[in-house]
């Protein structure tokens, strides 16, 4: 996958984050995680959608 870089950045982000006790923004990190995962793996990655659910403006199809 040529986007599975970005896998790589965030996990660093978070365990940086734990390490130096930020433990809310490991805690939203292993969420984004969670999100960044499931696009890349699969067809829903063209949509872009957002936290809720909803399209991101400006990404994914018009």
Do not use: C, K, Y
Not at 20 to 38: C, F, H, I, K, P
């Amino acid at each position: 996958m040529p986007n599975e870089w970005i896998i790589e950045v965030l996990t660093d982000l978070r365990s940086f984050a734990r390490q130096n006790g930020m433990l809310s923004l490991a805690s939203e990190l292993d969420a984004t995680l969670t999100v960044a995962r499931r696009d890349l793996a699969g067809p829903g990655a063209a949509t872009h959608a957002g936290a809720e659910g909803r399209p991101v403006r400006g990404l994914g199809r018009p």
